[in-house]
């Protein structure tokens, strides 16, 4: 089994880590959807839209043009290949509170 790599360390271990520089993220969108049952990914195309399971989450320091923090996600494909999408710290962390008020939050229990 492939272990998944590991987004932590300087951006200097990322570049040897996952072979070509990231390029400093700019301008990241970010759809956030408190409910998918009720606003569902209709846009995708299934033929087009590869299914995987997140397996790492880290920051990365200066990961923006503006010198700024970024969150780096990986996925795992079911097919073994791995994904890695960057948003900004900022948008991640608005996105992370507009989830945790989505009353589905509120219907989880420990």
Do not use: K
Not at 61 to 67: A, I, P
């Amino acid at each position: 089994m492939t272990t998944a790599p590991d987004p932590s360390g300087t951006e200097a271990d990322l570049h040897a880590r996952f072979g070509e520089p990231w390029p400093p993220i700019a301008g990241t969108p970010l759809d956030v959807r408190p409910d998918v049952a009720q606003a569902p990914y209709t846009e995708l195309d299934p033929e087009a839209t590869l299914h995987g399971q997140l397996v790492s989450i880290g920051l990365l320091r200066n990961g923006t043009t503006e010198g700024r923090a970024s969150v780096a996600l990986v996925a795992r494909l079911d097919d073994g290949r791995y994904v890695i999408a960057e948003t900004t710290w900022r948008l991640f962390n608005t996105a992370s509170r507009a989830l945790a008020a989505s009353p589905a939050v509120a219907e989880e229990t420990s």
